[in-house]
DNA sequence: GCGACAGTTAGCCCTTGCGCTAACTGTCGC
DNA sequence: GCGACAGTTAGCGCAAGGGCTAACTGTCGC
């Protein structure tokens, strides 16, 4: 659970910048090599790459070197943490619109 | 849409840190004033208010002044711009697993 | 073996982010 | 009116983020 907020904390870190949910995006598509990855980005390979060293760090993806080229793949479980995370908002969203009902049900706790 | 992918940032960039999260939750259970909220955190008030001005500024929260006390309150809908993202990654990667499917229900493409 | 090719490392620049203190503004309550 | 109280503004320091170039490493293909 510490470890669930830490890992989450990188996850929206990984995530706040454009390139990188664009890489995420692309990926979801199937496996690919940096190079190619890098190819659909207005930018040199070693930026790029920092983009792709900040998405495995963070779980977000896993990569494989073969030979000289670097193979990405998404790791979609990741992205769970952040549906974790929405759907822990929604339940506390939910409880609260529970309270708000008991008390309008409930008129005498009501002054007015 | 264009709108929509610049919003997404935002918000994305708003939710990266654990603060602004906290804030995010905390305001789920309904609207709390900047002083109590500060309270909470371990940091002064004018860092705080950093953190409570990039909410409001990227959508996540609304916030009113009344008298000498603002008051936030959590501006529930910004949070579906994330859900959205999510259901589309799910989307491309629904579309991906049909074309595996594919693939190997038709095993005249491939040589093997 | 040698050139081309894919990725990597090192180091720099500049901006942004996040924390702080100090001092100020405006409102409340007596 | 005056003190306390809630928030605000200004400005500073430092670390991290995201981009670049230049130069290097290791592999592939002929």
Request: proline residues 5%; positive net charge.
């Amino acid at each position: 659970m510490a470890q669930y907020s830490a890992h989450l904390d990188g996850v929206f870190v990984a995530l706040a910048d454009p390139t990188r949910r664009a890489v995420v995006r692309r990926l979801g598509r199937g496996p690919a090599s940096v190079g190619d990855l890098a190819r659909e980005f207005p930018m040199t390979l070693p930026s790029f790459m920092k983009h792709v060293r900040t998405l495995e760090s963070n779980g977000l993806i896993r990569t494989v070197k073969s030979g000289r080229v670097r193979t990405c793949v998404l790791n979609r479980e990741r992205l769970g943490l952040v549906e974790d995370w929405l759907a822990e908002q929604r339940r506390i969203w939910e409880e609260r619109t529970d309270r708000l009902e008991q008390f309008v049900t409930a008129p005498e706790e009501n002054p007015q």
